[in-house]
């Protein structure tokens, strides 16, 4: 189902009707949404970060457009308030911006989930600008895939964004964050 986005930022724009009775179908292919759910994304497409397990996740700015191509079929969003409503399945943890997760145990949980559906189905973790939040997020992943805590954030600022993990104390929750 679209999401009513009215006077919404584009990162937040749902499919946009293709067919014949205004139906919606993803961007750049015509398959509906339930025909992607099993797909991983494409090495190298935008955001996309490799972990050494091979599992693909893709790291996102929701300030920016939506990337072209499929949507996602698991998200995490890192954001100071509740987003709007998205067509894929999706959950929210409430992270000001520079700062850490308001609930440590809930993003543990949470990336646990990214991780185990990332071996089969394209898993999104975003926050508004796609580094600190996001960074600190794909970092903590990364302990989980194996890489070690003390280098998870090189890890990511070498796979997935160099700038990612802004602030120190988001430095140190990766490196006190256990698998």
Known sequence: MPVDNSGGPDRWRSPEPCGEGGEHCLRDDSRQYGEWVNETWNEGGTGVLRLPSGRLVRGRGLRRPMPAGPVPSYAVYLLGKEPPEVPWEARWLRWRDFWLPSDGRQLRAALGEAWERAGAERVEIACDGGRGRTGTALACLAVLDGVPRERAVEFVRR???????ETP???RYVRRFTA
């Not at 796979?159 to 993990?165: F, G, I, K, Q, T």
């Open 159 to 165: 796979n997935y964004d160099r700038r990612a993990v």
């Open 169 to 171: 104390w988001q430095k």
